[in-house]
T-cell receptor, first 110, second 112 residues
Framework: TQLLEQSPQFLSIQEGENLTVYCNSSSVFSSLQWYRQEPGEGPVLLVTVVTGGEVKKLKRLTFQFGDARKDSSLHITAAQTGDTGLYLCAVNYNFNKFYFGSGTKLNVKP | DSGVTQTPKHLITATGQRVTLRCSPRSGDLSVYWYQQSLDQGLQFLIQYYNGEERAKGNILERFSAQQFPDLHSELNLSSLELGDSALYFC???????????FGSGTRLTVV
């Protein structure tokens, strides 16, 4: 069993559509990060969530940390082609061991 | 430019050889992390150094080793290379653990 389960694995949508991707676990975390990675590049940090129930917005992206701090979601409003990429969630677990989910590969078609 | 510099960008080498990957962290960051990313394994945490000291170990093979120097740059040494070691190797840095990292653009290692 993976520590972090991300769903869906793949998502292909038209420009202008809304979407939500999920990062789930049975473990509790003190914080969780979301990254976007483009092919051949390193992941880029989008947000860190710390408090249960926390909602953070970054332009058209809305991030939520579950009340129990076990899961998180990323919602994109009116997706654009520039949103295409691999979305990864990551946590610091077991003191200084860092784990990334396997990601959601998003393709936004023009 | 993320501020984390990795060299070289690409590396092609033969099985059995040894290579060294280099990373300069973002200015002010004391922690350096190494990750391996392959198609079937995703991003795997290898090792963390903090201000020159090893802080945490992940799934790092015994053939791999790393160190962080007084100027805070880090090197990842990969020896007795196998075909399965072909992957992207990323370095990341942070001020503190758990609050997100800044990644470099990676070294693509191809073992032939």
């Amino acid at each position: 069993t993976q520590l972090l389960e991300q769903s869906p694995q793949f998502l292909s949508i038209q420009e202008g559509e809304n979407l939500t991707v999920y990062c789930n676990s049975s473990s509790v975390f003190s914080s969780l990060q979301w990254y976007r990675q483009e092919p051949g590049e390193g992941p880029v940090l989008l947000v860190t969530v710390v408090t249960g129930g926390e909602v953070k917005k970054l332009k058209r992206l809305t991030f939520q940390f579950g009340d129990a701090r076990k899961d998180s979601s990323l919602h994109i409003t009116a997706a654009q082609t520039g949103d295409t990429g691999l979305y990864l969630c990551a946590v610091n677990y077991n003191f200084n061991k860092f784990y990334f989910g396997s990601g959601t590969k998003l393709n936004v078609k023009p | 430019d993320s501020g984390v510099t990795q060299t070289p960008k690409h590396l092609i080498t033969a099985t059995g050889q040894r290579v060294t990957l280099r990373c300069s962290p973002r200015s002010g960051d004391l922690s350096v992390y190494w990750y391996q990313q392959s198609l079937d394994q995703g991003l795997q945490f290898l090792i963390q150094y903090y201000n020159g000291e090893e802080r945490a170990k992940g799934n790092i093979l015994e053939r791999f080793s790393a160190q962080q120097f007084p100027d805070l740059h880090s090197e990842l040494n990969l020896s007795s290379l196998e075909l399965g070691d072909s992957a992207l190797y990323f370095c990341a840095s942070s001020v503190e653990s758990g609050y997100g990292y800044t990644f470099g653009s990676g070294t693509r290692l191809t073992v032939v």
